[in-house]
């Protein structure tokens, strides 16, 4: 079973299944990249997923890589993030922003910031 999340918070399993969803506006896919960060308590900001705008590709940070789906509506105006087989350290509040390109994506500088963020929380 797969949850859902838009905002908010919510409290996921270990190994269990997350949806989380972004409303976006405002952009050009081709002119910006669309992407995934995190941010733990007491820790720096983590790419997670980004769509470039360069080349269109889907890029996975190392730690979600094999088990997160970046997926969009086909108006690109709602992001979808899925993680699988959850781990505590995914326990992070979730974001989703615009990027000038994928290079700022990898170094965690948005563009713009849609909403407030989703509170995963990850028990065992």
């Known amino acids: 079973e797969v949850q859902h999340a838009e905002s908010g918070g919510v409290l996921a399993q270990a190994g269990g299944s997350l949806r989380l969803s972004c409303a976006a506006s405002?952009?050009?896919?081709?002119?910006?990249?669309i992407g995934w960060f995190r941010q733990a308590p007491g820790q720096d900001r983590e790419p997670v997923s980004c769509?470039?705008?360069?080349?269109?590709?889907?890029y996975y940070a190392d730690a979600v890589k094999g088990r997160c789906t970046f997926s969009t509506d086909d108006a690109k105006t709602t992001l979808y993030l899925q993680i699988d087989n959850l781990k505590p350290k995914d326990t992070a509040v979730y974001y989703c922003?615009?990027?000038?390109?994928?290079?700022?994506?990898?170094?965690?500088?948005?563009?713009?910031?849609w909403g407030q963020g989703t509170l995963v929380n990850v028990s065992t």
């Open positions: 922003a615009s990027f000038r390109n994928i290079g700022y994506f990898w170094v965690n500088r948005p563009l713009e910031i």
């Open positions: 405002g952009f050009r896919l081709g002119d910006v990249a």
């Open positions: 769509i470039s705008n360069i080349d269109g590709v889907t």
